[in-house]
């Protein structure tokens, strides 16, 4: 539908998926889909609206809510951008590995709803505390394959992959 132009079909779709999804409280797939709905849609009042009271509605817990509230909704950045963010939030766990530009990497240890907070163990910044909105924007989750975070599980076998990588014969 998307691709011939049908945006009013697609809108009418998305609204009844999302409705779908509000009852089921599954906040990460209504991002998805709002992400999805943002490439066909043009960024407008109206849809950012849609976009925060739908996601609003999906979660019922004030953890939820806050990330909501911290996004960037009341500012001036593309709606993509917003739902980058919340995507980043909601996998923001305890023990997820990240990176941050200017603190390096870290351990996520958790998310303070009442403060609206996110607490990370830099290497150089144990227990630094982020504004939610902040940590939507500038951290960036990392796999367990990334090689920070194998030297943060498991420094010995990545020193042996190293040595075995340099002594490895032509």
């Known amino acids: 539908l998307a691709g011939r132009g049908d945006r009013e079909r697609v809108t009418e779709l ?47 817990d004030r953890e939820g809510q806050v990330l909501v509230n911290n996004v960037g909704f009341d500012q001036r950045v593309p709606v993509r951008e917003i739902l980058r963010r919340m995507q980043t939030l909601l996998r923001l766990s305890p023990g997820a590995l990240c990176h941050e530009k200017t603190w390096g990497f870290g351990v996520v240890k958790g998310v303070d709803s009442l403060y609206g907070k996110v607490v990370v163990d830099f290497t150089r910044k144990p227990a630094h505390m982020m504004a939610v909105g902040y940590a939507g924007e500038s951290l960036e989750l990392i796999s367990e394959a990334h090689l920070l975070a194998q030297k943060h599980r498991n420094p010995a076998a990545l020193a042996l992959k190293v040595r075995h990588a340099l002594y490895q014969p032509k």
């Open 14 to 60: 998305g609204r009844m998926l999302g409705d779908k999804l509000v009852a089921r409280c599954d906040a990460p797939g209504l991002v998805r889909l709002f992400h999805y709905r943002a490439g066909c849609e043009s960024d407008t009042v109206e849809f950012r609206q849609e976009c925060r009271q739908t996601l609003f509605k999906a979660f019922k």
